[in-house]
């Protein structure tokens, strides 16, 4: 006789409960942040309830998750080489592109490939995002980073780290050179 109780690993509840758990987030920050009920997430995440698509929507923007993150879990395993060719990059700031190269399926880390044209930079205004630890690390060309109050001038294999929740601002520094960054993000905040 088939078991039609969901695994307790795979269901939308239990990715979303994960997902919850590495933001270092309660039921109770959650409930505050979506305006639903503790009672009701708990049901959520115990695959208790249906819950509708645009609870999930907001769900998914407070844990940082596209919606079909929820969903891409059935068929076969990934493979788990992402190739940089298949990669989609996305412009922000000035100048700048940044790739994603971990799995959205990831909960506990984020890396991110940054590119800046001579002179780009990830906007005029400093900006925050999530409160995780972050590492910058040049790989190539040289970057200012500017952490709250503080100014530093990087090349190529430094790095820096701080957290996502501190002001921070990068620029190439040079106006004539591009410059490649790598970012880690722990818990991941895209």
Known sequence: MPNDKPDSRSGVGA??????????LTLKDLAHQTGLTEGYLSQVERDQVNASV????RLCEVLKLN???LFDQGGPVASPVL???DAHG???GEGATKIKLTPGAFDHLEVLLGH?????????EPYTHGSSEELLLVLAGEVEVW????HHRLSALDSIHYLSSDPHRVAETTGTQEARVLWAIAPPTY
Not at 15 to 24: P, S, T
Not at 54 to 57: C, F, I, K, V
Not at 147 to 150: A, C, K, R, S, T
């Open 54 to 57: 645009r609870t999930l929507q």
């Open 83 to 85: 190739r940089f060719r």
């Open 147 to 150: 952490v709250g109050e503080q």
């Open 15 to 24: 990715r979303l409960r994960r997902r919850r758990r590495a933001l270092h």
């Open 90 to 92: 996305m412009s922000f």
């Open 67 to 69: 919606v079909g993150d």
């Open 116 to 124: 800046f044209a001579p002179g780009g930079s990830t906007g005029v």
